[in-house]
T-cell receptor, first 108, second 116 residues
Framework: DQQVKQNSPSLSVQEGRISILNCDYTNSMFDYFLWYKKYPAEGPTFLISISSIKDKNEDGRFTVFLNKSAKHLSLHIVPSQPGDSAVYFCAARAPLTFGSGTQLTVLP | GAGVSQSPRYKVAKRGQDVALRCDPISGHVSLFWYQQALGQGPEFLTYFQNEAQLDKSGLPSDRFFAERPEGSVSTLKIQRTQQEDSAVYLC??????????????FGEGSRLTVL
């Protein structure tokens, strides 16, 4: 029973365009959400987070949106850069429950 | 060291063999987590320590899996009588925050276990 779902295993976007990665969750008790980025042969690294009391959090090129009524969050990357190519996991606490990840490829 | 360190990075075991995976968390981090990541999947929670106390082991898949953190720093994940389905990357993560405030976790690079 997956409590955090990422239904798109992969996404390709052109450099400079917006990347939108989506995540759905089922447990309404989740109160804090995080996005992690993972390069091959490395551990996941923290990217950005959002508390359930907010609906948006922005950090440079990265913005996370939370829609609690839909139990949906999304990560926007704009403009996308080739170095953003990685697997992106959304997660909810606690303990951290991860989605299955989305492989983002940014094409030069 | 500056980050979470795991060893070995790669381990090949014959079915039935016991393995031990080590995690050195960031110095001073109270919380330590073990996750299992199968190919193409997200990390799955195994167990959690706060200092030396194992507060949650609900994710351990069987009694062949055992974890310890005797001095509240280094942790070892032991898998007895390995099976092919144990093949995965085992990730260790640490946090300076305590239970209920998981927040950001700092992950190691993982130990990739292959059971033949």
């Amino acid at each position: 029973d997956q409590q955090v779902k990422q239904n798109s295993p992969s996404l390709s976007v052109q450099e400079g365009r917006i990347s939108i990665l989506n995540c759905d969750y089922t447990n309404s008790m989740f109160d804090y959400f995080l996005w992690y980025k993972k390069y091959p042969a490395e551990g996941p690294t923290f990217l950005i987070s959002i508390s359930s009391i907010k609906d948006k959090n922005e950090d440079g090129r990265f913005t996370v949106f939370l829609n609690k009524s839909a139990k949906h969050l999304s990560l926007h990357i704009v403009p996308s850069q080739p170095g953003d190519s990685a697997v992106y996991f959304c997660a909810a606490r606690a303990p951290l429950t991860f989605g299955s990840g989305t492989q983002l490829t940014v094409l030069p | 060291g500056a980050g979470v360190s795991q060893s070995p990075r790669y381990k090949v075991a014959k079915r039935g063999q016991d393995v031990a995976l080590r995690c050195d968390p960031i110095s001073g981090h109270v919380s330590l987590f073990w996750y299992q990541q199968a190919l193409g999947q997200g990390p799955e929670f195994l167990t959690y320590f706060q200092n030396e106390a194992q507060l949650d082991k609900s994710g351990l898949p069987s009694d062949r899996f055992f974890a310890e953190r005797p001095e509240g720093s280094v942790s070892t994940l032991k898998i007895q009588r390995t099976q092919q389905e144990d093949s995965a990357v085992y990730l260790c993560a640490s946090s300076f925050l305590r239970t209920g405030n998981t927040g950001e976790l700092f992950f190691g690079e993982g130990s990739r276990l292959t059971v033949l």
